[in-house]
Structures are given as C-alpha cells and as structure tokens.
C-alpha cells in the first residue's frame, strides 16, 4: 500500500500543480506566447537537447570508465539514449537497465554496477548543490522550503564527506566499494566531467525562455536556474513536470513581457516537449541497434528476477 501510495504521489503532484498554474495564467496568452515564439526556437532547443545528450553521457563515459569498466563511446551513446525511452516508461528499470547490461556484458558484478550509478546520480545532485547555494546569494528572497532542502543536503553531504575520508570499517563492503575507494578525489574528476551537462542544460532553458521574450540577465540565469534543475530532480513530481514551471515563474516572472507568466509556462513546457519527443525518437533508433537490442534484454531480465536480487537504484531525473 505504502509503494502504491509514493508510486501515485508524482502523479497527484503534478496533476495538481499544472492545474494551478493553467488557473492562474490567461490560456489565450499561453496559446499567443506558442504562436509567437521566435522562428528559430524549435532548432536552437533542439541543438540544446541534442548538447545536454552528449555531455551527459561522456560523463557517463568517463565516470564508468574509471570505476567500473572500460567502455567504448558508441556504446556509452547507444545505453544512453536507449535509456531515454525505458526511463520514460519506468525510471527505475532504465537505470537497472546498465547494471545488468554492463553486467552481461563486462563481467562486472550488480552490485559495484549499482555503487557506481550511486556515485554517477550523486554527483549531478552534488553539482546543482554548488551552483543552487550560489544562486541563493543572488535571488535570497527565494521560499524558505527551497532553503531548508539545501541545507539538509549541505548537512548530508558533510557527514558523506566524512564518511569517505575515515572509511569506518562496518561501511568496508562490496556496496560502498566504489564511492569510498573514488576518494575526495575522485569524486572531484566525476564533478568535472559533469559541468558540461549542466552548462548544456542552462542552455537549453536560457534559449528557450529567450525565444519566447522572456530576456532574464545572463548572469542572473547563470545563478539562478540550477535553482530550478534541483527543484526539478527532487522526487515529488513526474520528470519535474509543474515543480520546473513553478520555479521558473518564481525566479523569472520579473524579466517576462508585461510580467506575463503565461510565456514563462510557455516557454518552459514546449522546451520539455521538444526535449521528451527528441528523447523519445533517439530511444527508439539506439532500442533498434545492437547495444539497444542487448539492453531490453538486460531489462527484461531484470524485470523477471525474484524479489531476493539486488534490484536498480531509484533516483529523481
């Protein structure tokens, strides 16, 4: 009942939310802020969509072939955007979906499989953790939830830190092997690699609330928006559907034209929708290869094992 209940949670969350905020913005300004966006919109959001793709797996690339094995970056391409569709489906079985891959194929064992998607899902949290206490320096009038949210995570992330540089004894085990042996340092080289998505998931929001006229400073996008990624990947909401736009209406409602949120809602939901149908089409083509047939293998074998196998590890975007 208790998993039922956190399954359906999203769903009520995000229903309710987009509810909201289709009751109080004018549904003829939403629909005059789609017609009206810039003409080049739709290719400029999809280079973007196309960038954040790239970035994140080569950090997938890289971050896998330091912990737990070597792989080639077609592959890493083909896993990844193949995931895109599965994900879409059941995140959970996305994400399960490379242990066992990598698993049947590379020999390595489930559980270092997992730890290191563990470390991969933490250090994107990690990232918007950096940028999002900078960005509250910049718009401090942000809700005290928001800021309650970062200070736990700091809190987490302090006693994770100390943690990893005393390594006790009763965390020597296989499931904490690759985040205690990845060190201070390690997870420092997982960081970087990471930024390039980030840089390209700043692009993407920054292009697509331009061409709908909404021109929020550089610097300030630069500050602000991991403040709307973190929001985004806390799991109260499908694919951060309703908790993105309130955000961005939160932190831009100043910069749209005649202070219209409709073109923020706009603006923030067509960049989504370009995002989950290029996400969708590339599932679809990489599911067809070689490595995306291997994969709904790996997935379905997953899906069929008995309760007592270590399963997939559940994360938020």
């Known amino acids: 009942m208790q998993k039922r209940l ?3 949670l999203p769903w009520v969350v995000t229903a309710g939310l987009l509810a909201w905020l289709f009751h109080r913005i004018d549904f003829a300004q939403f ?8 003409p080049w919109m739709v290719p400029v959001v999809l280079a973007s969509v196309a960038a954040v ?9 890289k971050t896998f072939g330091w912990f737990l094995t070597r792989m080639s970056f077609t592959d890493v391409l083909l896993v990844r955007g193949a995931t895109y569709l599965l994900a879409a489906i059941n995140y959970n079985v996305g994400q399960g979906a490379i242990v ?13 499989g997992i730890a290191t998607i563990l470390l991969v899902l933490g250090v994107n949290v ?10 509250i320096a910049v718009a401090p009038e942000l809700p005290r939830l928001v800021k309650y949210f970062v200070a736990l995570a700091w809190g987490g992330l302090a006693v994770y830190v100390a943690l990893v540089a005393i390594r006790p004894r009763w965390l020597d085990k296989p499931a904490f092997e690759v985040l ?7 997870h420092a080289r997982a960081l970087l690699v990471r930024l390039p998505h980030i840089a390209a998931l700043m692009a993407f929001q920054y292009s697509a609330l331009r061409a709908f006229g909404v021109e929020v400073p550089v610097g300030y996008a630069i500050a602000t928006l991991p403040i709307a990624f973190f929001v985004a990947v806390l799991p109260i909401s499908v694919q951060g559907l309703g908790t993105t736009q309130a955000m961005m209406i939160y932190l831009f409602g100043r910069y749209a034209p005649g202070k219209q949120e409709a073109a923020i809602v706009a603006a923030s939901l ?5 995002a989950f149908a290029f996400q969708a089409l590339l599932g679809v083509v990489c599911l067809r290869s070689r490595v995306g047939r291997a994969l709904q293998a790996s997935a379905q074998e997953q899906t ?14």
């Open 6 to 8: 956190l399954r359906v």
């Open 180 to 186: 205690l042996n990845a060190g201070l340092g390690g």
């Open 31 to 38: 629909k005059a802020g789609v017609q009206g966006s810039a």
């Open 304 to 317: 069929a094992a008995p309760p007592a196998q270590p399963g997939s590890p559940a994360s938020a975007t």
């Open 270 to 274: 067509m960049a989504q929708a370009i």
């Open 100 to 112: 066992y891959f990598v698993h049947k194929n590379a020999g390595t064992t489930i559980i270092r």
């Open 53 to 61: 793709y790239l970035a994140d797996s080569f950090a997938i690339w």
């Open 126 to 135: 990690l990232a918007l953790l950096f940028l999002t206490t900078g960005g």
